[in-house]
C-alpha cells in the first residue's frame, strides 16, 4: 500500500491527494520557484497564480475525485508550466556590494580559502598570510586557529579569483 | 533556422510588447496568452508568464479583475491600462521606425557596392 499525502492548492477547495513521489515533486517545484522568485516584491501573488494553474491542470487529468494523482501527472503538469523565471539567475548579485568585502575564495584553498580571500582582499601574496596565520596560532598556542575557522564558518563564498574581482570591480564602481 | 540561439534574447525582450498586443484586443486570462502564443515562436509557459504579468502590473502596464470561471477557481482577467496603451502605440511605433530603418541599411549598403 502506497503513501498518500495530501496538499492544498491555492484557490482551490478540493483537497490534492498525491502519491508520496508525486508530492515530494511538486513541493520541490513550488520550493525552487519560490527561491527562484525571492527578489519578487509579488511573489505571494505570483506562487498562487502557479499554484492554482497546477491545480486546474492536475484536475483535468482527474478522472475522479478520489483519483490519488501519480508521479506522471505531476511530471507531466509541471512539464507544461515550466520552470519560474525570476528576476535573476545570477548568484553573483546576490552578494550584497557597495564596499569592499572579505570572501573565502575556493580556487587554490588548502583549508576553507580563508588565506586566499585575504590575501586578494589585502593584496598581500598568500604565502605571507598563510605564515603570518600559523604564527599567530603558535604564538598563541592554537588559540587564532579558532579565528580561523570561525573566519570558514562566517565568510561567504566565491568560488575563483576571476570572480573575486568581477565583485569587487561591481562594488568599485557601485561606491 | 540555424541562428536560432541568437534570437532567442530578442524574443525574450519582445515578449512583453507581444502581451501588450495581445492583451490589448480584449479582456484575457492567462490561459488565453498562452494559447495565443502556442502555435509561434514566442510560446512561453506559465512559469516564465506569471513573474512577467506581475511585473507589467507593478509597472501600472496591466491591471486585472476577478471573473468567475465553471471550471474552478476564479481567474484573472487582465486589461490594458492607460499607461499600457500608451506603451503599445509607443512600441509599435518604434517597431515601424526599426524596420524602416533596418531596410534603409541595407538598401544603402547595396547601392554603394
Redesign the interface.
Known sequence: MQTVKQINLS???TIFRLSEDAYDALRQYLEQ?RLS?RD???HE??LR??E??I??KL??RMRSGEQVINITDVSTVLE????????NSNNLKDIPQGKRRLYRIKEGQNIFGVCQGLAAYSGIRVDWVRTIFIALTGVTGGLFLLVYLALGFLLPVVPTHAEYDAVHKASLNLS | MENTDKFTPLRKGLLEFLILNIVSSRKVYAADILKRLSKTDFATQEGTLYPLLSKMRREGLLDYEWQESDLGPPRKYYKLTDTGHQQLVEFRQYWQFLTNFIQELGENDNANR
Open positions: 484557490g482551490h477547495h520557484a522568485l519578487d516584491p509579488d501573488d505570483v497564480d502557479l492554482q494553474s491545480g486546474e484536475t483535468a507544461q508550466v515550466g520552470p519560474v523565471e525570476g528576476g
